[in-house]
T-cell receptor
Framework: SAVISQKPSRDICQRGTSLTIQCQVD?????MFWYRQQPGQSLTLIAT?????????ESGFVIDKFPISRPNLTFSTLTVSNMSPEDSSIYLC??????????FGEGSRLTVL | LAKTTQPISMDSYEGQEVNITCSHN???????ITWYQQFPSQGPRFIIQ???TKVTNEVASLFIPADRKSSTLSLPRVSLSDTAVYYC?????????????FGTGTRLLVSP
């Protein structure tokens, strides 16, 4: 199993600013993912965080807006850049252990004013 | 990508057995089927995972027919605390377990 810690758990930000969300896993996971979830909606995959290389982004998400780092096997960051109210959402970090079980953090609730 | 289809919502009463079916018609040979439970303001939590036939753990059973184009999550004797959203995901080593895409999920409401 894996325990995933995210911070901040919530934040209120001003339009045009950027926020970095940190994700720490207590054990080595093979893959790490970042998801976004609007209230009452399902999870949308933003990107796969690759260790030591550029993240793999899903359609509709770009590196300039959501830069992601993964310097080692147990840590990743997601930055939401130049925020607008449309970026208000819950951002979830996830780690995967074979053969495909995902563990999630509690999420970071972002509100952009 | 193996896309999944589930009922949007289900209602049940305490003590009943609940079966939630997920369709995944284009599942790949090496794909696993995994179910997650999500409560409000929490991240999804793993319930059960299987490849074929039947898998049972302390909280649920997973039934997978021979063609593997669908799966059924069975929750025995549900309680109010089982009210949550349930997601099925399909993925496997051929895709590096990448693109574990969540479908709409099934919102289960358990009433007294």
């Amino acid at each position: 199993s894996a325990v995933i810690s995210q911070k901040p758990s919530r934040d209120i930000c001003q339009r045009g600013t950027s926020l970095t969300i940190q994700c720490q896993v207590d054990s080595q996971v093979t893959m790490m993912f970042w998801y976004r979830q609007q209230p009452g909606q399902s999870l949308t995959l933003i990107a796969t965080a690759n260790q030591g290389s550029e993240a793999t982004y899903e359609s509709g998400f770009v590196i300039d807006k959501f830069p992601i780092s993964r310097p080692n096997l147990t840590f990743s960051t997601l930055t939401v850049s130049n925020m607008s109210p449309e970026d208000s959402s819950i951002y979830l970090c996830s780690g995967m252990v074979p053969p495909g079980e995902l563990f999630f953090g509690e999420g970071s609730r972002l509100t952009v004013l | 990508l193996a896309k999944t289809t589930q009922p949007i919502s289900m209602d049940s009463y305490e003590g009943q057995e609940v079966n939630i079916t997920c369709s995944h018609n284009n599942i790949a040979t090496n794909d696993y089927i995994t179910w997650y439970q999500q409560f409000p303001s929490q991240g999804p939590r793993f319930i059960i995972q299987g490849y074929k036939t039947k898998v049972t753990n302390e909280v649920a059973s997973l039934f997978i027919p021979a063609d593997r184009k669908s799966s059924t999550l069975s929750l025995p004797r549900v309680s109010l605390s089982d009210t949550a959203v349930y997601y099925c995901l399909v993925g496997g080593p051929n895709t590096g377990f990448q693109k574990l895409v969540f479908g709409t999920g099934t919102r289960l409401l358990v009433s007294p």
